[in-house]
């Protein structure tokens, strides 16, 4: 209860601003090309990045010319800009430098204002212009009504056991997952192979028409962070030290405890932006094990590349580890 009366302003706030936007009082643009929005309602670690990656894929697939927007979390730029693979992270953001590498083919562009940035690609000449848009970390942008909108639930917290922050994670009201085309339970484990659609529905509340999936994270291949020193014979040793910068790491540890011996974990916050002396904190750890892999995130390595402080056996022994979703079978 004293919650409940501690976070009524904020509370209050949201429910407000929703009111602004759904009475027309705050104008929301819609477009005649596709607009995909990814997003969700807590804050972190329910795998926006990997899904708007699948997206980005089938949608590539099906002969679109694809655009993903994103704020760029953490860059320490404003405005538009578009991304390019061999820019810092600190210019654009991790996530978007990430989507970029994977994808160099599709415009990737960071803007707080994503109707700017759709407006400024939709003036491009018709044999570059993006015949669809991807727009990252969007539910609560209300500025912009997408074509379809894709909610992410993590399954370890999903909404109906979470608080508003800062008492939990919520950052928009749980009940504003109705307005999602599509709501996606992310990160089910492995031992959960049929989860009860019915039951996760009930609970979430949906509407009938509402769709809802499940996704699953699949680890794949391990590689050097940096390829043109990395030692990759450091796959196969038997001893392993971990660090990462993300909002969960529990699965991430959770993979590799079955590959390798574990020597060491190391957590920092998410969206990390790595210190000489958080470095060298790892480097210590790695001097202890010289013998084994120093293993981080996909994410993390858009922060590491272009650090001038990593030695020269932390970049030999540096790997990460990429991960894709994969959507279960209804």
């Not at 899904?51 to 894929?57: C, R, W």
């Not at 590498?101 to 700017?116: C, E, H, N």
């Not at 994670?169 to 599509?182: E, F, G, H, N, Y």
């Not at 060491?264 to 892999?293: C, R, W």
Request: proline letters at 6%.
């Amino acid at each position: 209860m004293i919650d409940k009366i501690l976070l009524s302003p904020y509370y209050l706030t949201l429910k407000i601003r929703h009111w602004l936007y759904d009475s027309s009082k705050l104008k929301s643009y819609r477009y005649d090309v596709p607009v995909i929005s990814i997003g969700n309602i807590t804050v972190g670690g329910t795998g926006k990045t990997p899904h708007a990656e699948l997206v980005i894929e089938e949608l590539m697939k099906m002969g679109h010319r694809v655009a993903l927007i994103s704020r760029g979390y953490g860059r320490k730029g404003k405005g538009y800009r578009e991304v390019q693979i061999d820019d810092r992270y600190e210019d654009v953001g991790d996530e978007p430098l990430q989507i970029k590498r994977k994808f160099p083919s599709i415009i990737v562009a960071v803007d707080s204002s994503r109707k700017r940035a759709i407006d400024h690609l939709l003036s491009l000449e018709d044999s570059v212009r993006p015949t669809i848009f991807v727009l990252d970390d969007a539910f609560q942008h209300r500025e912009i009504i997408p074509s379809t909108s894709i909610v992410l639930v993590d399954y370890s917290r999903p909404i109906f056991q979470d608080r508003l922050l800062p008492f939990g994670r919520l950052r928009d009201l749980p009940s504003r997952i109705t307005k999602a085309d599509i709501v996606i339970v992310t990160k089910v484990p492995w031992w959960d192979e049929n989860p009860d659609k019915d039951l996760w529905r009930k609970k979430l509340q949906l509407r009938e028409e509402q769709k809802l999936y499940f996704s699953r994270i699949e680890y794949c291949d391990l590689h050097p962070v940096f390829p043109e020193s990395g030692d990759s014979r450091y796959i196969y040793s038997p001893k392993a030290l971990l660090f990462s910068g993300i909002a969960n790491n529990r699965p991430f540890i959770d993979y590799l405890v079955g590959k390798y011996q574990i020597m060491g974990v190391l957590k920092f916050m998410d969206h990390k932006n790595y210190t000489p002396g958080e470095i060298s904190k790892i480097e210590s750890l790695g001097q202890q094990y010289p013998t084994a892999a120093i293993i981080t995130t996909e994410k993390d390595t858009q922060r590491l590349r272009h650090l001038p402080y990593l030695s020269d056996d932390m970049k030999r022994r540096l790997l990460f580890l990429q991960i894709r979703v994969e959507i279960l079978p209804l």
